[in-house]
């Protein structure tokens, strides 16, 4: 491989039995989740029986993507300080998620963010629309993470793409049909203790030379590579699109369907609100790791070599661990890679079918009147169906540079899910129409405006120049979705869901026990 | 008495909530203006190895979670204990 020394892509012995291991001990607890499985409520929602402490772990394990782990490190390997960039935005979101969303939404919903919005409006049409604004942000996140999965275990294993793809999806649906939320949420748990674990360690082992000093380990990057890989570099260039991008970061995590659903698996908000507390300090730890590790990988194994390998520099982190851990821990790390594409695939599938079976299926073709029996089948159906369309869509984007369609996601949720889901909660006057036409507003302007960028027609349709100059469209469909909420609820008043503001406000903050009405006021 | 208090909980809730959203937001947007317009500043060196970019990238990443702690450490001491209170006063028929 063009004088590089890497075992990386050969089929590894190692790597093979530490994936092995995961499989088995997965799978194990998915036959345990599935004997405790019986309800559409246990299916979705793990019964509300998971700690604040479980939950933050699985947060953290639905959000830490192989994208960001290999991404940001391979960044920060090529490019030095930029990567940092990408780590701040993607955990600002958190906080907003902490204090905005978590705890009303625990109190309000069921399974999806739609529970919360169809609260006090009419159920149909806010179900629907709800369903589409989710189902838009999992399908182009599916997208990325399987293309991604495909090209990755290809390149760590050297198995064929549509191998890799039907090992992701097979192994992901059995965990996500039998064991529904409670398997998911323990591969979530388990996949982030070994994302954290293994990613320390490789930092730990990389700074050894460097006295376990990283400011060592990067002064000696600044000395091989100049003392502009510690500066801001061409990531930002326009301070309109870095505001733009930001705004989708920021916003859209408050909107992204997996990770909203996992507050329904605590039992009240004061445990979801410690879980969002604890996946803040798991991220923002794993971010400031990942930081380390594009360093180290530029010192260890140097920049050629990253790029010879892969030129987006997205193997950086496995070569490190290879040059520092040899080739046990390559398999190891390749094998943690792995469990983490699974692990985020199995919680947006099982997010997706939710939408389906709870809000399109049950909500608005059953109008809210169907048994457990069928629920919990129709949910099962939906998750079946959800795992071939994420196949299909793997194999439909095979080769294509997916890597704009995360932040597609974050920008669609940003501006349709996230303005939304506030409103409801926060404002008296919002009204069905207002909630249906913010969501159009949002998932339209966002798709047309990246559909006109440079993104889609200078880098993927090759054409000279693009409609529009602006890549991230946030700046402009964030505000947008908000306007048409609001103006389209005061011209078309709805005095019924006015009026049912009382009770919301009653039940966000004092939970689903007390929403009796009171008897004497 | 008991919609009141209610209401007097929901309004200082909001109040924290939105400020630190605030903070937040003036923390990572001003990250990000400084990044898009003070490269030359944030590439400084403060010492061997560490620039003030990399410092205050770092720094927004922790404040971020200090006050996503803050909200947590104030809504388990203040808010959680109206709402039980409220809560409990409820149950046994409102306004005592």
């Given at each position: 491989?063009?004088?590089?020394?890497t075992?990386?892509?050969?089929?590894?012995?190692?790597?093979?039995?530490?994936?092995?291991?995961?499989?088995?001990?997965?799978?194990?607890?998915?036959?345990?989740?599935?004997?405790?499985?019986?309800?559409?409520?246990?299916?979705?929602?793990?019964?509300?029986?998971?700690?604040?402490?479980?939950?933050?772990?699985?947060?953290?394990?639905?959000?830490?993507?192989?994208?960001?782990?290999?991404g940001?490190?391979?960044?920060?390997?090529?490019?030095?300080?930029?990567?940092?960039?990408?780590?701040?935005?993607?955990?600002?979101?958190?906080?907003?998620v902490?204090?905005?969303?978590?705890?009303?939404?625990?109190?309000?919903?069921?399974?999806?963010?739609?529970?919360?919005?169809?609260?006090?409006?009419?159920?149909?049409?806010?179900?629907?629309a709800?369903?589409i604004?989710?189902?838009?942000?999992?399908?182009?996140?599916?997208?990325?993470?399987?293309?991604?999965?495909?090209?990755?275990?290809?390149?760590?294993?050297?198995?064929?793409y549509?191998?890799?793809?039907?090992?992701?999806?097979?192994?992901?649906?059995?965990?996500?049909?039998?064991g529904?939320?409670i398997?998911t949420?323990?591969?979530?748990?388990?996949?982030?203790?070994?994302?954290?674990g293994?990613?320390?360690?490789?930092?730990?082992?990389?700074?050894?030379?460097?006295?376990?000093?990283?400011?060592?380990?990067f002064?000696?990057?600044?000395?091989?590579y100049?003392?502009?890989?510690?500066a801001?570099?061409?990531?930002?260039?326009?301070?309109?699109?870095?505001?733009?991008?930001?705004?989708?970061?920021?916003?859209g995590?408050?909107?992204?369907?997996?990770?909203?659903?996992?507050?329904?698996?605590?039992?009240?908000?004061?445990?979801?609100?410690?879980?969002?507390?604890?996946?803040?300090?798991?991220?923002?730890?794993?971010?400031?790791?990942?930081?380390?590790?594009?360093?180290g990988?530029s010192v260890?194994?140097?920049?050629?070599?990253?790029?010879?390998?892969?030129?987006?520099?997205?193997?950086?982190?496995?070569?490190?661990?290879?040059?520092?851990?040899?080739?046990?821990?390559?398999?190891?790390?390749?094998?943690?890679?792995?469990?983490?594409?699974?692990?985020?695939?199995?919680?947006?599938?099982l997010?997706?079918?939710?939408?389906?079976?709870?809000?399109?299926?049950?909500?608005?073709?059953?109008?809210?009147?169907?048994?457990?029996?069928?629920?919990?089948?129709?949910?099962?159906?939906?998750?079946?169906?959800?795992?071939?369309?994420?196949?299909?869509?793997?194999?439909?984007?095979?080769?294509?540079?997916?890597?704009?369609?995360?932040?597609?996601?974050?920008?669609?949720?940003?501006?349709?899910?996230?303005?939304?889901?506030?409103?409801?909660?926060t404002?008296?006057?919002?009204?069905?129409?207002?909630?249906v036409?913010?969501?159009?507003?949002?998932?339209?302007?966002?798709?047309?405006?990246?559909?006109?960028?440079?993104?889609?027609?200078?880098?993927?349709?090759?054409?000279?120049?693009?409609?529009?100059?602006?890549?991230?469209?946030?700046?402009?469909?964030?505000?947008?979705?908000?306007?048409?909420?609001?103006?389209?609820?005061?011209?078309?008043?709805?005095?019924?869901?006015?009026?049912?503001?009382?009770?919301?406000?009653?039940?966000?903050?004092?939970?689903?026990?007390?929403?009796?009405?009171?008897a004497?006021? | 008495?008991?919609?009141?208090?209610?209401?007097?909980?929901?309004?200082?809730?909001?109040?924290?909530?939105?400020g630190?959203?605030?903070?937040?937001?003036f923390?990572?947007?001003?990250?990000?203006?400084?990044?898009?317009?003070?490269?030359?500043?944030?590439?400084?060196?403060?010492?061997?190895?560490?620039?003030?970019?990399?410092?205050?990238?770092?720094?927004?990443?922790?404040?971020?979670?200090?006050?996503t702690?803050?909200?947590?450490?104030?809504a388990?001491?203040?808010?959680?204990?109206?709402?039980?209170?409220?809560?409990?006063?409820?149950?046994?028929?409102?306004?005592?």
């Amino acid at each position: 491989m063009n004088g590089v020394q890497t075992s990386l892509g050969e089929t590894s012995g190692t790597a093979i039995a530490f994936f092995l291991v995961f499989i088995s001990a997965t799978l194990a607890i998915t036959g345990w989740a599935a004997r405790k499985t019986k309800t559409t409520s246990e299916f979705f929602a793990a019964g509300g029986n998971v700690s604040g402490l479980q939950n933050g772990f699985a947060l953290a394990g639905d959000y830490m993507s192989a994208a960001s782990f290999l991404g940001i490190a391979g960044l920060v390997a090529t490019s030095g300080f930029d990567g940092l960039i990408y780590s701040v935005g993607w955990l600002v979101g958190w906080p907003v998620v902490t204090f905005l969303i978590a705890e009303p939404l625990r109190n309000l919903g069921k399974y999806t963010f739609a529970d919360v919005v169809a609260y006090r409006l009419k159920k149909k049409p806010v179900r629907i629309a709800s369903a589409i604004g989710g189902l838009t942000v999992i399908s182009f996140y599916l997208i990325a993470q399987m293309v991604g999965a495909g090209n990755l275990i290809k390149m760590m294993f050297g198995l064929q793409y549509e191998t890799a793809l039907l090992i992701v999806g097979t192994v992901m649906l059995l965990y996500v049909l039998f064991g529904g939320m409670i398997a998911t949420t323990w591969v979530q748990i388990v996949k982030a203790v070994l994302l954290l674990g293994g990613a320390t360690l490789l930092a730990v082992l990389s700074l050894v030379p460097f006295g376990m000093n990283p400011l060592a380990l990067f002064s000696k990057a600044a000395e091989t590579y100049g003392p502009e890989v510690l500066a801001p570099g061409k990531l930002v260039s326009s301070p309109l699109e870095a505001v733009s991008l930001g705004l989708a970061l920021m916003f859209g995590t408050a909107g992204l369907p997996h990770i909203l659903m996992r507050f329904y698996t605590v039992p009240d908000a004061k445990a979801a609100r410690a879980s969002v507390f604890y996946a803040t300090g798991f991220i923002g730890f794993f971010y400031l790791v990942t930081f380390i590790l594009g360093f180290g990988a530029s010192v260890h194994v140097g920049r050629t070599a990253i790029t010879t390998v892969d030129k987006g520099g997205n193997m950086a982190a496995l070569l490190l661990a290879e040059a520092v851990g040899g080739r046990p821990f390559l398999g190891f790390v390749s094998a943690v890679a792995f469990a983490t594409i699974l692990a985020v695939v199995a919680g947006l599938t099982l997010s997706g079918a939710a939408a389906l079976a709870h809000d399109l299926w049950v909500g608005v073709i059953r109008h809210g009147q169907a048994d457990e029996k069928e629920q919990l089948k129709v949910a099962r159906v939906a998750t079946i169906f959800l795992a071939l369309v994420a196949m299909g869509l793997g194999l439909l984007f095979k080769g294509q540079n997916v890597a704009f369609m995360v932040g597609l996601a974050f920008a669609v949720a940003a501006s349709s899910n996230f303005p939304v889901l506030l409103l409801s909660i926060t404002w008296k006057k919002f009204t069905t129409r207002g909630a249906v036409s913010a969501i159009v507003a949002g998932v339209v302007s966002a798709l047309v405006l990246i559909w006109m960028s440079p993104t889609i027609q200078v880098d993927l349709l090759k054409n000279p120049t693009a409609i529009l100059s602006l890549k991230n469209p946030g700046i402009i469909t964030v505000p947008l979705s908000f306007f048409v909420g609001i103006v389209v609820s005061l011209l078309f008043p709805e005095p019924e869901a006015e009026a049912k503001y009382a009770e919301v406000e009653r039940r966000m903050h004092l939970g689903a026990a007390d929403t009796e009405p009171v008897a004497a006021e | 008495m008991n919609e009141k208090d209610l209401r007097r909980v929901a309004a200082a809730r909001d109040r924290i909530a939105l400020g630190l959203t605030a903070a937040t937001m003036f923390a990572y947007f001003g990250f990000i203006l400084l990044v898009a317009w003070g490269k030359p500043l944030l590439g400084s060196l403060l010492t061997s190895g560490l620039s003030l970019g990399m410092l205050l990238g770092s720094l927004v990443i922790f404040l971020s979670w200090v006050f996503t702690g803050a909200y947590v450490y104030w809504a388990n001491r203040h808010y959680d204990v109206h709402v039980d209170r409220i809560a409990g006063k409820s149950k046994h028929g409102g306004g005592t």
